[in-house]
């Protein structure tokens, strides 16, 4: 049997396991849903379009900033399953407006009046649970967990987690809006129930004041954080790495339609192989490290995730010399020369990228003092946030000078090669602290 089979039989694990899987389908199902309804269906202009949609990604991840510091004391200071349990069971609240604002944009029910303005609350909401969720279900594997089983468990999180996100978002794209009102409640009731399972993780330190002051707070977190080296340059990787990711999530989509000629149908197939591989690199690299929480593989990883997207602009520069002159479908497309290495060189480079990230998410959990270890995962989402809004704002500069779309893969690339560098000083780092201790855990 191997570990990852055996932590799903589990309930140390297998109840957070399904907690956060439904948590991830339920946002992406959400927010889908919303984006595609009011762009495809309220609003028939370009620029209108773009703002709701910038402005819908501003208010998701503006709680990232602000809140992560909060989350992070309040999940090392209070039990994590209780927390976990309230935050499920607002969720339900937060689904409710929700499908309110969903059904009256649906009704055609004063929808600039109310019904998009509870959309984006609802949304808002959804980034403050998220900003709240996300440190404790990293921080609390080492308390369930083996030593041994940290790096399976992280794997199989986030295998889940990209699972999820994949589902929530096909199925949003095909089911009616008044479907995916229904689906977010109901949703969100397993999911509290699920989270009722979650076995008790009892703060590690003891009681300390909350600091509400937030903004200190973040500045406070992040400083003393990066004060441990082997955490400074694990957030470091991680974070670039983020940085990568919202390079290339920009890139994609203009890519497809104008390079590549694709359909939405045939975007949705790159969204699956993109998700797909990310999800086998997260478990293959379990296999590959034995168990061990390691970042030995991290710059390997990221150089050939650089190569996969150099082979992806070679074929895509190839591409342009054959280029349909309107857009394929599926079938189309699959039949097009080169196609398959397109695929492939999409594949390649989720499964490199899965293989890259998820060690250093177990490599943070692990390797900070277990009582910080919800405030360790919540100042890396702050630099994360961070590194991910420069990223986008580099190509977005990129596109405003007027550099094409597919020599913006070239960036990408390059990135790469610094991720791989700050791989090799985290291993480093690593090899000269030595192995650390693990706490005991609840079998």
């Known amino acids: 049997m191997t570990t990852s089979t055996h932590l799903l039989r589990r309930r140390r694990f297998l109840p957070l396991f399904c907690t956060q899987l439904l948590n991830a389908f339920n946002d992406n199902l959400y927010k889908t849903a919303m984006v595609l309804f009011v762009v495809y269906s309220v609003y028939n202009d370009e620029s209108a379009e773009g703002l709701f949609s910038g402005v819908a990604s501003f208010l998701f991840i503006l709680p990232f900033f602000f809140l992560s510091a909060l989350s992070g004391q309040l999940a090392d200071m209070r039990d994590k399953a209780s927390i976990i349990r309230i935050i499920k069971a607002a969720e339900i609240g937060i689904m409710c407006v929700g499908c309110a604002g969903l059904v009256m944009a649906w009704k055609g029910i004063a929808v600039n009046e109310l019904a998009i303005p509870l959309l984006l609350a609802a949304l808002f909401a959804m980034g403050v649970h998220s900003t709240f969720f996300g440190p404790i279900k990293y921080a609390i594997l080492p308390q369930h967990l083996r030593r041994e089983e940290v790096l399976a468990g992280t794997g199989l999180v986030e295998a889940g987690t990209y699972i999820a996100i994949l589902s929530g978002t096909i199925l949003a794209g095909w089911i009616p809006v008044e479907w995916a009102a229904v689906g977010i409640i109901l949703t969100a009731v397993i999911g509290y129930l699920t989270s009722l399972q979650v076995p008790s993780a009892p703060p590690l330190a003891k009681e300390e004041k909350l600091d509400w002051h937030i903004v200190r707070a973040s500045i406070d977190l992040v400083r003393n954080c990066m004060h441990d080296r082997q955490i400074f340059w694990a957030i470091m990787a991680i974070s670039f790495f983020w940085a990568i990711g919202a390079v290339l ?75 349909p002159t309107e857009l394929l479908t599926v079938g189309q497309f699959i039949a097009w020369p080169m196609a398959s290495v397109i695929l492939l060189c999409l594949l390649g480079i989720a499964i490199a990228g899965g293989m890259f990230v998820v060690p250093l998410y177990a490599f943070l959990t692990t390797r900070c003092a277990p009582d910080q270890a919800a405030r360790t995962i919540a100042a890396n989402n702050i630099v994360n946030s961070g590194a991910m809004v420069i990223g986008s704002l580099i190509a977005m500069a990129l596109s405003a000078i007027g550099v094409a779309m597919v020599e913006q893969l070239l960036l990408s690339a390059g990135m790469c090669l610094v991720s791989a560098w700050l791989g090799k000083r985290l291993h480093r780092v690593e090899l000269e602290a030595g192995p650390q201790p693990h706490p005991a855990v609840t079998q």
């Not at 939405?264 to 192989?273: G, T």
């Not at 990310?278 to 590959?288: C, E, K, P, Q």
């Open 249 to 323: 999530i920009i890139q994609f989509p203009p890519l497809a339609k104008n390079t590549l000629m694709a359909s939405k149908e045939v975007a949705s197939l790159f969204l699956v192989i993109f998700s797909v591989g990310i999800a086998i690199g997260s478990v293959s690299i379990n296999a590959l490290l034995k168990g061990q929480v390691s970042a030995r593989h991290a710059p390997a990883s990221v150089i050939m995730m650089g190569l996969f997207v150099i082979a992806f602009y070679v074929v895509c520069r190839m591409w342009q010399a054959d280029q």
